[in-house]
């Protein structure tokens, strides 16, 4: 059962000349019914075919049209109502499409529809999906999406038929489109399909197209062996454990551009790669932007397989440590616990940054298994250490848990993550996160900075690294940073012992 739906938004305007009063809402809008309480219009009347929740006089748990003096709902026996909300297919009572068929036989007829074989039945490998789609918590969103998008019904059209194989390989001789990845990670979230890395696989798919845009045979050559035994090799056995987050798969895609325009712009010199020299180096760092910096990894990997002299790399420069004042922190942190114009889930990312200094990549793959919520507290695991969060966030974090977005569709119902994502079976995309924060004018990587430094003069900065999660290096360089007096602790605890 479903929570009660928001009316819907009113596009007519009332006239008090044409229309009478209604008994409900009391503006002038079309009567749609004459109830005990009076006329009801026809916007108060669809939302009261809509309205689940619990009868205030029988207790009564299903739908609950009708309201009692005081304006609390009552079920269709309580509140008399001449109104038929039961399905005539599967006989339950419920949100109700047309002709007495409620919005999830809709959504099953039209699914198996779509993923039906000639013989009109859909085959066994492709019925997962269809249980899946059918089972979402919201039918008519479901309905909704097919609707009112060509391609979901295009390719569920071409699975259900056979013009296309359930297969990996057949979905990526489709075009690249939001539809099929979507429909592929669905079908692998409920086993059509066997699992895979989805940016694992895309980058190698990029790297494939990306090696068009080398304008030598012998140019190409080079980027393929960089890119296939270098960065896939390293994604691979990231993907092997973890997941390939988004950072390292940006990093690869980021190095392999700025090699492909290094080759490229030695080969407008005239020059081969094997011929680069240092004046070569230092002319294509000084004469482009700051992103030429990224070839360095290329460099060292060229150097390393021989295929350059033994020329002096630039070193990548990181770029400042940025920080904001502790007065601009504290007021962040008040901002994020008692003003609601971000959404819940950005509010409780920005906390666990500003509180406990945890970085964005770290907060968005928390799991449910991560946090504990009791009637007197709430807790986080940052690391190997549960963490009871202070009044207000732990609030905001009870309310997260009880509505999380993105899980009312057939991807994410029973999704693993705290914060799912849009894509089946993933959680929510770090950039979105950091993205919705600097619109809201808190620079994650500045106040992350602050808050270390701020953690590191009150604590240990090796007790801070175990209890939040970062190496004792960093919590060190934090600590260094500051001008604590802690930076002597590693020292001193072993000559105390």
């Not at 030598?216 to 454990?241: N, P, Q, V, Y």
């Not at 799991?367 to 609030?395: C, F, G, N, Q, Y």
Request: positive net charge; aromatic residues 6%.
């Amino acid at each position: 059962m479903s929570a009660t739906r928001k009316p819907r938004r009113r596009s007519q305007t009332p006239d008090p000349d044409k229309h009478h009063p209604c008994a409900r809402c009391k503006d002038h809008y079309p009567t749609a019914a004459h109830w005990p309480e009076g006329p009801v219009c026809t916007y108060c009347y669809q939302t009261a075919k809509r309205t689940e929740g619990t009868c205030t006089a029988c207790g009564h748990i299903g739908m609950v049209p009708g309201l009692d003096d005081d304006h609390m709902p009552l079920c269709l026996r309580c509140s008399g109502l001449p109104l038929d909300l039961t399905c005539n297919r599967c006989e339950t009572e419920t949100w109700l499409a047309k002709a007495n068929t409620c919005w999830r036989c809709l959504l099953d007829d039209i699914v198996r529809d779509l993923l039906s074989g000639p013989d009109g039945v859909v085959h066994e490998s492709l019925e997962p999906l269809a249980t899946a789609i059918v089972a979402m918590p919201r039918a008519n969103s479901g309905v909704t999406w097919i609707r009112a998008n060509p391609k979901v019904r295009e390719l569920l059209g071409a699975l259900g038929d056979g013009s296309v194989d359930p297969t990996h390989d057949a979905l990526d001789a489709l075009p690249r489109t939001r539809t099929v990845e979507y429909l592929r990670a669905l079908m692998v979230e409920h086993s059509v399909l066997p699992p895979r890395d989805r940016l694992l696989a895309t980058y190698e798919q990029w790297l494939h197209r990306k090696l068009t845009t080398t304008v030598d045979d012998d140019s190409r050559k080079i980027i393929e062996r960089f890119g296939r035994w270098h960065h896939l090799r390293k994604l691979r056995e990231h993907a092997a454990t973890d997941p390939v987050s988004t950072g390292p798969f940006l990093r690869a895609k980021q190095s392999t551009t700025v090699a492909i325009s290094f080759l490229n712009w030695l080969n407008e010199r005239g020059t081969a790669l094997a011929d680069c020299s240092q004046h070569d180096v230092d002319a294509w760092y000084a004469s482009g932007p700051s992103t030429r910096q990224h070839a360095e990894r290329f460099l060292y990997w060229a150097r390393s397989n021989k295929l350059t002299p033994q020329l002096s790399i630039p070193r990548h420069t990181t770029g400042k440590y940025e920080l904001v004042g502790e007065d601009e922190r504290l007021h962040i942190i008040r901002a994020l616990l008692l003003h609601d114009d971000l959404p819940a889930v950005h509010r409780i990312a920005g906390c666990l940054l500003t509180l406990y200094g945890q970085s964005i990549t770290r907060i968005v793959a928390l799991t449910m298994d991560d946090v504990r919520a009791t009637i007197s507290a709430v807790s986080v695991k940052l690391a190997d250490t549960w963490v009871d969060l202070p009044e207000p966030i732990s609030h905001l974090l009870r309310d997260h848990l009880t509505n999380r977005p993105n899980t009312s569709t057939a991807s994410n119902a029973a999704s693993r993550w705290l914060f799912p994502g849009a894509m089946p079976g993933e959680h929510l995309n770090r950039q979105t996160v950091i993205d919705a924060l600097r619109h809201a004018c808190i620079p994650s990587r500045a106040v992350r900075n602050s808050t270390w430094q701020q953690l590191v003069r009150e604590a240990p900065p090796q007790v801070l690294a175990d209890a939040l999660g970062i190496s004792a290096i960093t919590a060190m360089h934090h600590a260094e940073r500051a001008g604590s007096d802690w930076s002597r602790y590693a020292s001193t605890r072993a000559g105390g012992r």
